[in-house]
């Protein structure tokens, strides 16, 4: 009996062979386990990128060396804060999962900023809170 019960269920071990082609990225956007790079760590600056100097004249080369920029084709983090600074309106976002860095995007991690530059960047003058 006990026989007859492992042939009729499925091997939950083994691969679909299908399942690939079904969901290629099974773990976009999820953050599970220890992530062997930190891209937004290692990530060049707004100073680097000499295209966005246009976009940030009123900042310092101090100032841009300070932001941060995530290279085409990171990963975005799901549940994160960024702000692309090809966006005119520079409004923050929260990724999703399976969202990364295209061509057209220069994305800021907002925990690679510090506060006074992230609202300055948002375009928050008021004096309480760009100070607190």
């Known amino acids: 009996m006990a026989e007859m019960q492992k042939q009729g269920k499925p091997d939950d071990r083994k691969d679909d062979e299908w399942q690939h ?22 990530a060049p600056t707004a100073y680097d990128i000499k295209e966005l100097h246009q976009h940030l004249q009123d900042y310092s080369d101090t100032e841009l060396k300070r932001i941060k920029v995530l290279p085409q084709g ?3 983090k799901q549940g994160a804060t960024y702000l692309d600074l090809n966006n005119p309106e520079r409004e923050p976002f929260t990724a999703m999962g399976g969202l990364e860095v295209g061509p057209e995007n220069h994305y800021i991690p907002k925990t690679e900023i510090d506060y006074e530059l992230w609202n300055r960047l948002i375009g928050i003058n008021d004096p309480e809170r760009v100070n607190s």
Request: net charge negative; no cysteine.
């Open 74 to 76: 990171t990963r975005l």
């Open 21 to 42: 082609d079904l969901n290629p990225n099974a773990m976009a956007g999820q953050n599970t386990g220890l992530e062997t790079t930190l891209p937004e760590k290692e």
